[in-house]
């Protein structure tokens, strides 16, 4: 695992999914998991394909985290949900809506934002 190009992976997929080419990766046996992947992480298959990611999923578990990292201490208070996009489940910052208003089952879009401290970049989740 330590020798994974995952930071790397990681920012080809925020690339993808800021130009609206999200994808995952899908195994032969069906199951999803977020890029990059070496072998599937439930079977160990590496018989992978990269598969066009769903446009919206639904809020499955949510975070509201008012205490923050120094990582994120002028974003806060955020939201920070799994969202469930069918074979894959994915984690990110809920934007443009009202922490408390933010419920599971709500169907949101993925993008790509920017953290209000560093200015780094980050999976963000917005009402569909
Ligand atoms: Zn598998």
């Keep these: 695992m330590s020798d994974e190009p995952r930071d790397e992976g990681f920012d080809d ?3 993808a999914i ?15 998991s977020l890029p990059p992947r070496l072998a599937c992480p439930q079977c160990g298959s ?11 999923g639904e809020i499955s578990t949510y975070t509201v985290v008012t205490v923050p990292t120094p990582q994120f201490e002028e974003d806060a208070p955020y939201v920070t949900a ?8 994915i984690t ?6 009202d922490p408390e208003d933010v419920e599971t089952g709500q169907v949101v879009g993925i993008g790509v934002g920017e953290t209000v401290t560093r200015e780094e970049r980050l999976l963000v989740f917005e009402p569909r």
């Design 18 to 32: 800021a130009d609206g080419e999200g994808f995952y990766v899908e195994c032969a046996n069906g199951h999803g």
């Design 46 to 56: 590496q018989d992978l394909s990269e598969e066009p990611l769903p446009d919206s």
């Design 92 to 97: 990110g910052q809920v934007r443009g809506v």
């Design 82 to 89: 799994v969202v469930d996009f069918g074979p894959v489940s």
């Design 13 to 15: 997929l925020l690339d």
